[in-house]
């Protein structure tokens, strides 16, 4: 019975139960027709969603305040670099992805550096960060598609029995990262300056390291998802992450995380994820005007997120 | 600057700028308020901006012509630029705005400074500005219209919409609705988003697709085709008639199915170079010409048989563009006149 209580006092419960409930709902309104071929899609672009909200998730844990901005950007330039150094060729598959992580390496040195050496808040900072990147992609290729490698292509739209092999690499690092949350020091210090960063300095822990550590790795996260996305889509576009910043932060929040910090899950994200995406099919398929779709998704997403912030709250 | 070194300087290029026709402009400085530059097409506008300005200010047509591009697409932001650029002196602002009618204020200020103000692409309302629009509508009853041609037995059709809630969203698709209530064979099975980006439109059509029954058509609005595209072969689903718009990724998928298949399809949009156009007209205006408020952009359209031309003139990764020219916009004046 108390494993049963505690299994529905979970934060991630209601993005899944929200989820499975939309993906219902499109399925009965097409008399079934589809339903497990919408469920694959789902999947294949909640992957995305899921890369980058893991990078932010940990961000947002620190604490009020810390949220990275220049998730699309970072993504948008790792794209394009490892795109045009590949150029097309197999062989540079593994090449490449190193220096979209570089990238991404590089974005959240700077992030660190202008948040702790200037004392810019994180919010300011990684918009402000987010500008200088969009150029330095504008400047480096201004949009140009340059075709992926074929098996990088194929990789990241292979499927197994419906389900895209990417996912389940996803989902593998989202189970490696479960354990980093909450099994490693790094992962236990990232909770505990988000519950109080004073008294995390005090008891001795390595804040301004965990944080830097932090933010490179919310970087490299976004960059890998710019690589995979550029791959998936046939190259990688001025606009591709466009979408990514308000989502990544949805996807955490929606996924049961605290936005204040120091309280956040992993499970949540794909459930959240799978939401999102399921939630834009739903009312596609429902047919309705734009107006009624975007009010729609406010009003649900609201619904969703106060049903599970007031578990949260009464749980404490 | 101070006032002297800045009649000094006026003096000096009247003194070396004399080319005879253009006299008249010769002293007149031009400016470009750009809200936007995180796509293919507006970098395409600004660099056709920029050739078509460095050759007029070269040859003496105009004293300057400079490209100003706000960081984040607010309507205020663009606001305060104008009211700077009004600071500043300039005879001309050529604006694509934000808003049609979130500018109007500071667009209002700016002609009472004596500020020529042409809009286009994304035009203002304000009635003391000149209008350079696109008439969207008829573009979204073109693309219909070609279907028709292709498929007499008509068929059920998927609808790619842009941003909603922009005015060229609703114009296209009203275009397209219209066109469709005129040819009744052909039914909307489907409506979605794609915001103009591949990705956006690849990433709602593979979620409406395993919905919808089978498709013989997509009406779109550009930049969405090549992601559509993916989405159908994605699904393997059979390929359907794809209307593109233009973009150098959709136009080179195009011209793989038409080699590998006989592909057929057609591509219209607006030719980024419209910044050019709008450029002559501004020049004629300070020139002193007689230019109506409102003026039509032509459409740049890529067939079947001009499809090799076509992608010829785009720059990879770009959109088919072409740059217009003083006898251009002088033919666009008297053909609105």
Redesign the interface.
């Known amino acids: 019975m108390k494993a049963i209580t505690t299994f529905f006092r979970q934060p991630w419960l209601f993005a899944f139960a929200a989820a499975i409930a939309v993906w219902i709902a ?1 399925a009965a ?2 008399q079934g ?6 469920l694959s ?2 999947f ?2 909640a992957t995305f969603f899921v890369i980058v909200a893991i990078g932010q998730m940990f961000v947002v844990t620190l604490g009020p305040g810390n949220v990275d901005l220049s998730i699309p950007a970072t993504m948008t330039l790792a794209g394009t670099v490892s795109m045009k150094i590949m150029d097309g060729l197999n062989w540079m598959i593994l090449p490449g992805y190193l220096i979209a992580v570089a990238v991404g390496v590089v974005v959240g040195v700077l992030n660190v550096g202008l948040i702790r050496v200037l004392r810019i808040p994180p919010i300011i900072a990684t918009l402000s960060s987010s ?1 200088i990147i ?1 150029s330095a992609a ?1 400047w480096y ?5 340059v075709k992926p490698p074929t098996m990088l292509a194929d990789f990241t ?1 292979a499927k197994i029995a419906g389900m895209p092999i990417l996912a389940l690499l996803v989902i593998l690092i989202a189970a490696v990262m479960h354990v980093v949350l909450n099994r490693t020091i790094y992962g236990r210090t990232v909770i505990a300056i988000g519950q109080n960063a004073r008294a995390a300095r005090l008891a001795g822990l390595e804040v301004n390291r965990v944080r830097f550590l932090t933010y490179v790795m919310c970087a490299v996260f976004a960059a890998s998802c710019g690589y995979v ?1 550029a791959g998936f ?3 990688a ?4 992450g ?2 990514y910043l308000l989502a990544s932060v949805a996807v955490v929040v929606i996924g049961g995380t605290s936005v204040a910090g120091g309280f956040s899950n992993i499970p949540g994200l794909w459930g959240a994820a799978l939401f999102l ?1 399921l939630l ?2 739903m009312l ?2 429902f ?1 309705l005007g ?2 009624v ?2 009010l729609l998704t406010g009003l649900i997403i609201i619904a969703v997120i106060t049903l599970a912030g007031g578990s949260r709250s009464s749980e404490r | 600057m101070t006032p002297r070194i800045t009649a000094l300087s006026l003096a000096l290029l009247a003194a070396t700028a004399m080319t005879p026709a253009q006299a008249d402009t010769s002293d007149k400085r031009i400016a470009l308020s750009n809200n936007y ?4 097409w507006r ?1 395409a506008m600004l660099q056709s901006w920029e050739k078509v300005a460095e050759e007029a200010v070269g040859e003496g047509v105009v004293a300057e012509a400079d490209a100003f591009t706000t ?1 984040e697409n607010q309507v205020t932001e663009q606001a305060a630029q104008i009211q700077n650029l009004i600071l500043q002196g300039y005879d001309a602002i050529v604006l694509n705005a934000a808003s049609p009618e979130g500018l109007n204020g500071a667009v209002r200020e700016a002609c009472d400074a004596g500020v020529t103000v042409v809009s286009f692409d994304g035009i203002v309302t304000e009635p003391c500005a000149w209008r350079i629009a696109v008439d969207f509508k008829q573009m979204g009853k073109d693309e219909v219209s070609f279907l028709a041609e292709q498929l007499p037995e008509g068929g059920s059709l998927l609808e790619i ?1 842009g941003l ?2 922009v005015f060229v969203d609703d114009e296209i698709s009203a275009g397209i609705h219209e066109g469709v209530s005129e040819h009744p064979d052909f039914k909307i099975v ?4 794609g ?1 103009w ?4 439109a ?3 059509v ?7 029954p089978e498709i013989n058509g997509v009406v779109t609005q550009g930049g969405d085709g ?2 559509a595209a ?1 989405a159908f072969r ?2 393997g689903r059979d390929m359907p008639i794809i209307v593109m718009g233009n973009r ?2 959709e136009l080179t998928w195009w011209k793989e199915q038409k080699d590998a298949n006989g592909y057929v399809t057609m591509s219209v949009s607006i030719a980024p170079g419209v910044s050019t156009l709008a450029f002559w007209v501004a020049q004629q205006i300070l020139d002193g010409a007689d230019v109506p408020k409102d003026l039509t952009v032509p459409f740049l359209r890529i067939d079947q048989d001009n499809l090799e031309d076509g992608l010829a003139n785009t720059e ?3 959109v088919a563009n072409i740059e217009y020219s003083l006898d251009d916009a002088k033919e666009v004046i008297s053909a609105a006149q």
């Open positions: 499109t309104f097409t027709q589809g339903a497990g071929e919408v899609v789902a294949t672009f500008f969009q504008i290729n201004r949009g140009l598609r739209t996305l889509s046939g190259g576009a001025l606009n591709m466009q979408e995406f834009v099919t596609n398929t047919g734009a107006g779709r975007l | 530059a995180g796509n293919s970098q960081a919409r909603a809630g489907g409506s979605v988003h915001d980006a591949q990705d956006v690849q990433k709602a593979a979620g409406i697709l395993p919905s919808l090549y992601g993916q994605a699904a150098h990724d990879e990764g770009g």
